[in-house]
């Protein structure tokens, strides 16, 4: 239930409460055939059995959160796009988070997601899930300082990852700015603000068209982190 929750793909708002509800317990009814009795934790009550439970809902939800965060890296990388592009008031409703977004990083968001699909990432998180249930006994996860600093390294790879993916289109508009405040000083009866701002436009959705591929790098790169950081999850919460 933590990872349908949380995780992307699994947890968009578009799909309705029960379909969610349904897939968790479909998961949960597959991987529990295949849990053996030296798996489970053995509860003395009513009391640790819940809190098992517990520890089960946040074990899947701080996998699924921490892996949301890699995806929020793109649409940093959207939102600064559509800042510099000027797009940033041309918002539209996003119904995966029903927020006001700009065009720019819903579109990267979405882009994003179908090549997670297409490269089969949300297979490695169900087996990396799976295989967490082999090192860390249902109701035995330990949550240490590990997980925290683990959580902040992912929220600051959101800025690092989202610059690295925006960085030709920044890098063009200030170009841009630079090359009309040159013109603004050699010509001052040029209004260089009507004219920038289509200019600004058509540079920047001339560079993101080229520079497009680096969304397809980027995704399988997080891809591959998600391999990583799953299983460093799992290792940090056995208490390796």
Not at 117 to 123: R, Y
Not at 191 to 211: D, E, M, Q, R, T
Not at 224 to 231: A, E, F, I, P
Request: glycine content about 8%; aromatic content about 10%; charged content about 10%.
């Amino acid at each position: 239930m933590g990872i349908v929750t949380f995780a992307p793909a699994f947890s968009a708002r578009a799909v309705p409460a029960t379909v969610r509800i349904y897939l968790a317990l479909a998961l949960a009814a597959v991987m529990g055939a295949q849990i053996s009795a030296g798996q489970v934790v053995h509860c003395s009550g009513p009391g640790s059995y819940v809190m098992a439970i517990f520890a089960e809902l946040a074990f899947g939800a701080v996998i699924g959160f921490g892996l949301s965060l890699l995806f929020e890296a793109v649409r940093f990388a959207g939102e600064a796009l559509d800042m510099q592009i000027g797009l940033s008031q041309a918002t539209a409703l996003d119904p995966a988070t029903e927020n006001q977004t700009a065009i720019i990083s819903r579109t990267y968001y979405f882009m994003a997601l179908v090549i997670f699909l297409q490269l089969d990432g949300h297979h490695w998180l169900l087996a990396g899930l799976n295989r967490s249930f082999e090192l860390i006994p249902i109701g035995a996860a330990t949550y240490q300082a590990g997980v925290a600093k683990l959580m902040i390294n992912l929220v600051g790879s959101i800025f690092s990852v989202g610059l690295r993916l925006a960085a030709p289109v920044m890098a063009a508009i200030f170009l841009t700015d630079l090359a009309f405040g040159f013109i603004a000083r050699v010509v001052p009866q040029m209004n260089v603000f009507l004219v920038g701002i289509p200019a600004k436009l058509l540079v920047g959705l001339a560079v993101l068209s080229v520079s497009a591929p680096l969304l397809l790098y980027t995704v399988i790169q997080l891809v591959s982190d998600l391999k990583h950081y799953v299983g460093l999850f799992v290792r940090l919460m056995a208490g390796a």
